[in-house]
């Protein structure tokens, strides 16, 4: 008996022990389950208020009204085409002139991809980033997928850089650009979170807006980088533009906010030279612009790669040698050693600042010397009328004033073209050679 009263005991503990085992093991999965459940519900949730909260802040155009604004997408209204789609100006009525991008059919996988880039323009919101307008969508996986920007009116860099249409920009007007591409540039980068990687920064996707205010363009390519600590992570395929592209990335496929610093060195280098970023000429020794300019920029030297036309005018080489020696410093072989783009824009803007300064400087010292030449007393005046007081003095000779006209005289040396349209001026002092 007592042999069976314990067999019984231990059943009926094993019965029990099994049962709370299962009944922990059921809570488990019921927990995790419904946890994973939940989760996934808030975020289709979140998802779904996220789409309808950027089609409440962007227009979603029908089809029929953005060929009707582009003639039907015909040529007279193409404006750039790419290898993710064509770009169009079309006009809208009240709303104006918008550029229309149309992709092509096999620039995204599914419409949630193309979903996805939608909520992903529409939160970018800068100053100097080109701003997303709306959308249009059709059905199927064949169906149109356009997006609709702002139009800007001046053309891109690459226009400027050409000289497409007698188009040039001033030293000034380069550091401008340079200054709030950066700073365009630097919010994909910074201002987000994931950073975002643009991935094909070039001279044509830097569009020119009012007062020579850079805007970037074209994120078809864009790549949201990680989240977490590390600043590059691993790219499945290499995207991009030859020359601009950088060899870390290439190399390796570890892509980080720094390729795209790597892009704008490149364009530095352009803005100062104005030369292709590869020359297939064959008048250069060295074909990209990196091996042609770098000997130049590293001794200091960069009158004799400055870009013809800005030796036209008046040019801060000053300000041209810090360019294009921050551009050598953007496309270092080691991505570490690079600045950000934040670093960049600072840097330029302090550099321009202090030129500016100097040149306000310059002049009023001028207007105060002039101020004082007006004042001085008849006697110290010639018959003729000229000032001879106004003088400065080289090695104890005085030195009166004439001028030489430069109209009809050329200068061989691309250095000293920016004469050609100046006359020169000296002091001398009649007394002192008579």
């Given amino acids: 008996m007592e042999n069976q009263s314990f067999l019984s005991n231990r059943l009926l503990i094993g019965g029990l022990a099994i049962t709370i085992v299962s009944a922990f093991f059921c809570a488990s999965l019921y927990w995790f389950f419904r946890k994973r459940i939940y989760a996934n519900l808030q975020l289709y949730i979140k998802q779904k208020g996220d789409l309808d909260e950027e089609r409440h802040r962007l227009r979603q155009y029908k089809v029929e009204e953005v060929q009707k604004a582009t003639q039907n997408f015909s040529k007279e209204c193409l404006v750039g085409s790419g290898a993710y789609g064509n770009v169009y100006k079309g006009f809208f009525g009240e709303e104006g002139t918008l550029a229309v991008k149309k992709l092509h059919t096999d620039s995204y996988v599914s419409n949630e991809d193309f979903k996805n880039e939608v909520k992903l323009l529409a939160k970018v919101t800068h100053s100097n980033l080109v701003q997303l307008r709306g959308f249009c969508s059709g059905t199927g996986k064949n169906g149109a997928k356009i997006l609709v920007y702002e139009y800007v009116s001046n053309g891109s860099l690459l226009d400027y850089l050409i000289g497409k249409g007698g188009r040039s920009l001033t030293w000034e007007q380069r550091v ?70 950088d060899p870390a990335y290439c190399a390796t496929l570890h892509l980080s906010t720094l390729s795209d610093v790597y892009s704008f060195g490149v364009i530095l280098l352009q803005l100062i030279t104005g030369r292709p970023v590869v020359d297939t000429s064959g008048n250069q020794p060295t074909s990209h612009i990196i091996d042609w300019a770098t000997p130049h920029l590293e001794k200091g030297s960069v009158g004799e790669i400055l870009d013809a036309t800005l030796l036209l005018e008046q040019c801060n080489t000053e300000m041209m040698l810090k360019m294009g020696q921050l551009g050598l410093r953007c496309v270092k072989k080691e991505p570490k050693e690079r600045p950000t783009m934040t670093r960049v824009w600072k840097e330029l803007q302090a550099a321009l600042y202090r030129a500016e300064t100097f040149k306000r400087e310059q002049k009023m010292a001028s207007e105060r010397s002039l101020g004082k030449a007006s004042q001085l007393p008849a006697h ?55």
């Fill in 176 to 245: 401008n650009v340079a200054i709030t591409a950066a700073k365009g540039i630097a919010h994909l980068h910074e201002g987000n979170k994931p950073s975002i990687i643009h991935r094909d920064i070039k001279p044509s996707n830097i569009l020119i807006g009012e007062k020579f205010q850079a805007k970037i363009s074209d994120f078809g390519l864009v790549k949201t980088g990680p989240s977490g600590d590390d600043e590059s992570h691993v790219s499945t395929q290499v995207k991009g533009t030859l020359g601009y592209l």
């Fill in 380 to 434: 110290s005046r010639n018959d003729d009328g000229d000032d001879y007081s106004c003088s400065v003095s080289l090695n104890s000779v005085g030195l009166q004033r004439f001028q030489v006209e430069m109209d009809s005289f050329s200068f061989q040396s691309r250095n000293l073209r920016c004469l050609e349209l100046d006359s020169l001026s000296f002091d001398i002092d009649a007394k002192s050679i008579s």
